[in-house]
């Protein structure tokens, strides 16, 4: 059974600080990673994709990739209130497989 | 203005009862998802389908149907045989290069 873990959080964060958000994934021949931000009764949004290994930035946020560790973060810097949301991590091998998400919670 | 459209947004219907969601799209992309989606769980797979006239089942496709007659539509019948049909359901398309996903807005349905 393929996987994709993810700690369920909450994971409470200063307003300002770093947020760093953690996935693995059970699947080795995986190609494709995605995090997705999804607030509270919405769908998910796409934040970023990353596909080789190393860091991705984008804004604030930065997607770090590490195939033999079979582990892909998200880190976002400067976190504010909206930043406040479930993030779920999504990795593509054959077909695409979802974390159940991280719920992230900024402290103002 | 480019996106994936679901409606309604909230749907009720009495137990024994077939109800079609709808979902289109005009971004053009071949593949499109239907999910679904329970309070602290995560997605899971109902029907896809990655080119008109065909779709695959997911990992829990009993009591569901779908249908792929045009490349922007892909509607998603919950059938009386769903034991559980009461969530948040999720249709999205992919891209054919990146294989990004985009979510349409959900519709939530309740049965009672």
């Known amino acids: ?108 | 203005d480019g996106g994936i459209t679901q409606s309604p947004k909230y749907l009720f219907r009495k137990e024994g009862q077939n109800v079609t969601l709808s979902c289109e799209q005009n971004l053009n992309h071949d593949a499109m998802y239907w999910y679904r989606q329970d309070p602290g769980q995560g997605l899971r797979l109902i029907y896809y389908s990655q080119i008109v006239n065909d779709f695959q089942k997911g990992d829990i496709a009993e009591g569901y149907s779908v249908s792929r007659e045009k490349k922007e539509s892909f509607p998603l019948t919950v059938t009386s045989a769903q034991k559980n049909p009461t969530a948040f359901y999720l249709c999205a398309t992919q891209e054919t290069v990146s294989y990004e996903q985009y979510f349409g807005p959900g519709t939530r349905l309740t049965v009672t």
């Open chain 1, 1 to 108: 059974q393929k996987e994709v873990e993810q700690n369920s959080g909450p994971l409470s964060v200063p307003e300002g600080a770093i947020a760093s958000l953690n996935c693995t994934y059970s699947d080795r021949v995986s190609q494709s990673f995605f995090w997705y931000r999804q607030y509270s009764g919405k769908s998910p949004e796409l934040i970023m994709s990353i596909y080789s290994n190393g860091d991705k930035e984008d804004g604030r946020f930065t997607a770090q990739l590490n195939k033999a560790s079979q582990y892909v973060s998200l880190l976002i810097r400067d976190s504010q209130p909206s930043d406040s949301a479930t993030y779920l991590c999504a990795v593509r091998g054959d077909k695409i497989i979802f974390g159940k998400g991280t719920r992230l919670h900024i402290l103002p």
